[in-house]
C-alpha cells in the first residue's frame, strides 16, 4: 500500500463515453477508435509537468483514462488521490455533446469528493462560441462547482494546475480567440498500455487544426478556425519515433480534412522517407471530395502508407449539398475521385448523412441504390442529420426558436433530434436503421469484393472491414465508429433516472443476452465468409458491365442515374422557419 505524499499532485485526465438508449455505458473489452484529445492533451501534459508549475518539490502524478475501453471509478480514483496527499485536478476533456450528460454525472461524484473537475471539448466550445445565451446543461455544471473551458489548452495547463491546487478554479476558462501555432508544440501521445486497448493498437495524432469550407453542419470551423494551422515535419517525426519505440506503427490522422493541411507535402515526404528507412508505418486519413484533383496528393499519400481514406461525401443530392454550403462537393467528381484512390491502393470509407430537407424515405432508398450501381465506395456509414452544437445549422435553429431535443445524450448522429419536413421522427429513424441492410446486402457485398478483386485489394481484408461496419448497427444498436470488440455493461455505471437491478436478476440476463447475441453475431460472420469464398472461386469477375468500375471519360458521366436524377424531384427548401411551422402543424394534429 502506497503511504501518503503531501508533495504530490495528481492530474487525472478522463475522456468519457456517452450512455445507450438503456441507460449503459458505451464501452468495450477493446476499443475502435483512439481519442485523439486524450493524446494531444497527455502531450501537452508531460510538457506542462516538464516545466514544473507547483515547483520542484511537488510531483505532479499523471493519469489517462479512456472510458470507452476503461471502467471509471470514482470511488476508488477518490481514495488513491487521498492516499497520494489529497491534491489533484480531473479534467474531463474532448467532450461531446453527446458524451456532456456522462462527463457531468462523472464530475458531480468526483465533487462530491471534494476535488476540483473541468470540463472541456467541443461542446463547451461550441456553445460559448455559437450561443447568445449560455445553454442549460452548462449553467448545471457551474453550479455543481465544476469549472468550464473552450478553446484550445497549449499553453494554459500550467495555470489550471496551479488554480486548482490553490483551490482558485475559475468558474470558465475561454481561450476561443487564443487559437496556437502548432508548429513545435508538444505532441499528441498516449503510453503504450493506453493504445493497446484499441483495436489494432492504432495511436493517432492530429497534423492540424481548422477547415477552409463553410458546411452548415460542421462544428469544426466555429472551434478551431478555418485557418489551416499544421504541425511541422518535424513535430510528425518525432511523435512516430516515440510510437515506434513500443511497437505502434499505425495512426489515425485526425485533422478534419488533411488534404486542405498547407503542409500536408512535407509530412507526406518526412514519412515516406522513414518508411523508406525500414518503418512499417499505415496511415488513416480524412479527406474531402476534391483530394484527387490536388497534385501528387494522392500518390503521396499511398506511398506514404496511407492505407483508408474517409471522404466526406455527405449525400448525392445536389441540392441538399448547396443547403449545407458543402459546394466543394461535386456529385460529378464522385466516381473519378474513387478510383483514384483505388489505383493508389487505398480503401474508401464515405460518410453519408441521412436527412436532409428534401430526404424522404423512398428517395434515400433511391440515392442508395444509384450510389451501389454508380460508384465503387467500398465502406458507407450512415449518419442523422443532427444540429451539432457549435455549428451553424444548430445557432440558427435555436435563435428560431425550434424545438430541439434537451437530451444532449441522443446528439450522437443516431438519433433524432429534431423536426423534418418530409419524415415523421419514426420513418427518419426507421429509414436510419434500413440503409445499413439496403447497403450491405448479400448482393453487393460480394458486389463490393469483386471489385476490390479487380482493383488489388485483399477480398478477406475488404470481408472484415465491410462486416466490422455492419455488425455493430445491427447486434449492439450503435454505430460502427463507437463500435468495439467485446461489449462491456457494467450493472452500477448506469445513467441516473434509470433503475439500478437486482444482481440476481441482471447477470443471468446478460450472460443470456451475451451467448444469444454472439451466437447471432457468429452467423453473421459466416454468412460474409460465404460470401467471400464464393466470390474467390469465380474465375471470371464478371465486371466489365459494372459501370462503377468503368474508367471515367469527358462527359461519361453525363448518363449516369447519379447525374441524370430529375432535380424536379428534389423540390423544397429548409430552414428554421419552415421547420417551426412544421412542427407546429403537427402538435396541432
Same mark, same amino acid.
Given at each position: 500500500m502506497s503511504t501518503s505524499r503531501a508533495g504530490t499532485f495528481r492530474l487525472l485526465l478522463i475522456k468519457p463515453s456517452h450512455y445507450d438508449d438503456d441507460g449503459y455505458v458505451i464501452q468495450w473489452w477493446r476499443s475502435s477508435l483512439p481519442s485523439n484529445s @486524450?493524446?494531444?492533451?497527455?502531450?501537452?501534459?508531460?510538457?506542462?509537468?516538464?516545466?514544473?508549475?507547483? %515547483?520542484?518539490?511537488?510531483?505532479?502524478?499523471?493519469?489517462?483514462?479512456?472510458?470507452?475501453?476503461?471502467?471509471?471509478?470514482?470511488?476508488? /480514483?477518490?481514495?488513491?488521490?487521498?492516499?497520494?496527499?489529497?491534491?489533484?485536478?480531473?479534467?474531463?476533456?474532448?467532450?461531446? +455533446?453527446?458524451?456532456?450528460? =456522462?462527463?457531468? &454525472?462523472?464530475?458531480?461524484?468526483? =465533487? $462530491? &469528493?471534494?476535488?476540483? *473537475?473541468?470540463?472541456? !471539448?467541443?461542446?463547451?466550445s461550441g456553445c460559448l462560441a455559437m450561443?447568445?445565451?449560455?445553454?442549460?446543461?452548462?449553467? &448545471?455544471?457551474?453550479?455543481? !462547482?465544476? #469549472?468550464?473551458?473552450?478553446?484550445?489548452?497549449? %499553453?494554459? @495547463? %500550467? =495555470?489550471?494546475?496551479?488554480?486548482?491546487?490553490a483551490g482558485a478554479l475559475k468558474p470558465v476558462y475561454d481561450h476561443l480567440n487564443d487559437l496556437p501555432d502548432l508548429t513545435d508544440q508538444p505532441t499528441p501521445y498516449l503510453p503504450p498500455e493506453r493504445v493497446q486497448r484499441t483495436m489494432g493498437k492504432r495511436a493517432s495524432f492530429d497534423a492540424g487544426r481548422g477547415c477552409p469550407y463553410l458546411c452548415s453542419f460542421c462544428t469544426i470551423i466555429n472551434v478551431q478556425g478555418r485557418k #489551416?494551422?499544421?504541425? #511541422?515535419?518535424?513535430? *510528425?517525426?518525432?511523435?512516430?519515433?516515440?510510437?515506434?519505440?513500443? %511497437?505502434? &506503427?499505425?495512426?489515425?490522422?485526425?485533422?478534419?480534412?488533411?488534404?486542405?493541411? =498547407?503542409n500536408w507535402e512535407p509530412i507526406f515526404d518526412r514519412i515516406i522517407a522513414l518508411r523508406e528507412s525500414g518503418m512499417p508505418i499505415r496511415l488513416v486519413i480524412q479527406v474531402d471530395t476534391q483530394s484527387h484533383r490536388i497534385p501528387r496528393f494522392i500518390e503521396k499519400a499511398g506511398k506514404a502508407g496511407v492505407t483508408r481514406a474517409f471522404l466526406?461525401?455527405? +449525400? /448525392?443530392?445536389?441540392?441538399?449539398?448547396?443547403?449545407?454550403?458543402? !459546394?466543394?462537393?461535386?456529385?460529378?467528381?464522385?466516381?473519378?475521385?474513387?478510383q483514384a484512390w483505388h489505383a493508389a491502393g487505398v480503401l474508401t470509407y464515405a460518410g453519408y448523412i441521412l436527412g436532409f430537407p428534401d430526404d424522404t424515405p423512398d428517395s434515400i432508398r433511391r440515392d442508395l441504390e444509384i450510389i451501389k450501381r454508380e460508384l465503387p465506395i467500398d465502406i458507407m456509414e450512415f449518419f442523422i442529420l443532427t444540429p451539432l452544437p457549435g455549428s451553424a445549422d444548430h445557432k440558427r435553429l435555436v435563435e428560431a426558436g425550434v424545438a430541439l431535443d434537451p437530451d444532449m445524450n441522443n446528439y450522437d448522429t443516431q438519433h433524432v433530434t429534431m423536426a423534418h419536413p418530409k419524415m415523421t421522427k419514426e420513418e427518419w429513424e426507421g429509414i436510419y436503421r434500413e440503409a445499413w441492410d439496403i447497403y450491405y446486402t448479400p448482393e453487393h457485398v460480394a458486389r463490393i469484393l469483386r471489385r476490390a478483386r479487380a482493383w488489388g485489394y485483399e477480398p478477406k481484408q475488404m470481408m472484415d472491414k465491410l462486416f466490422a461496419f455492419h455488425a455493430p448497427v445491427i447486434h449492439e444498436n450503435v454505430h460502427p465508429l463507437e463500435g468495439g470488440l467485446i461489449r462491456r455493461r457494467c450493472r452500477k455505471d448506469r445513467r441516473p433516472g434509470f433503475p439500478l437491478e437486482s444482481p440476481l436478476a441482471y447477470y443471468p440476463k446478460q450472460a443470456w443476452e451475451f451467448m444469444t447475441k454472439y451466437s447471432r453475431v457468429l452467423r453473421m460472420h459466416s454468412r460474409y465468409k460465404r460470401i467471400m469464398e464464393r466470390v474467390i472461386?469465380?474465375?471470371?469477375? $464478371?465486371?466489365?458491365d459494372d459501370v462503377a468500375m468503368l474508367p471515367v471519360c469527358a462527359g461519361g458521366e453525363k448518363s449516369l442515374q447519379l447525374i441524370a436524377a430529375p432535380a424536379a424531384e428534389r423540390q423544397g427548401s429548409w430552414s428554421p422557419v419552415s421547420l417551426r411551422v412544421q412542427a407546429e402543424r403537427k402538435q396541432d394534429g
Open positions: @486524450l493524446a494531444t492533451i497527455y502531450g501537452i501534459a508531460l510538457n506542462c509537468i516538464a516545466q514544473q508549475p507547483l %515547483g520542484p518539490k511537488v510531483e505532479i502524478e499523471l493519469q489517462a483514462i479512456d472510458e470507452t475501453n476503461t471502467r471509471v471509478r470514482p470511488g476508488r /480514483i477518490t481514495r488513491s488521490i487521498r492516499r497520494a496527499g489529497g491534491q489533484a485536478l480531473i479534467c474531463l476533456i474532448g467532450v461531446q +455533446s453527446n458524451q456532456f450528460p =456522462r462527463a457531468l &454525472d462523472l464530475a458531480r461524484q468526483f =465533487r $462530491a &469528493d471534494g476535488h476540483p *473537475v473541468i470540463i472541456g !471539448g467541443f461542446h463547451v450561443l447568445q445565451e449560455t445553454p442549460r446543461e452548462l449553467i &448545471d455544471a457551474q453550479e455543481a !462547482g465544476v #469549472s468550464l473551458f473552450a478553446g484550445e489548452l497549449e %499553453g494554459h @495547463l %500550467g =495555470r489550471l494546475v496551479q488554480d486548482a491546487a #489551416s494551422r499544421h504541425r #511541422s515535419a518535424d513535430d *510528425v517525426e518525432r511523435l512516430i519515433r516515440a510510437n515506434a519505440e513500443h %511497437g505502434i &506503427d499505425n495512426f489515425f490522422i485526425t485533422d478534419d480534412n488533411f488534404a486542405r493541411n =498547407r466526406g461525401m455527405e +449525400s /448525392i443530392n445536389p441540392d441538399a449539398l448547396k443547403q449545407a454550403r458543402k !459546394g466543394q462537393n461535386k456529385t460529378a467528381d464522385y466516381r473519378a475521385l474513387l472461386a469465380e474465375e471470371c469477375l $464478371a465486371i466489365q
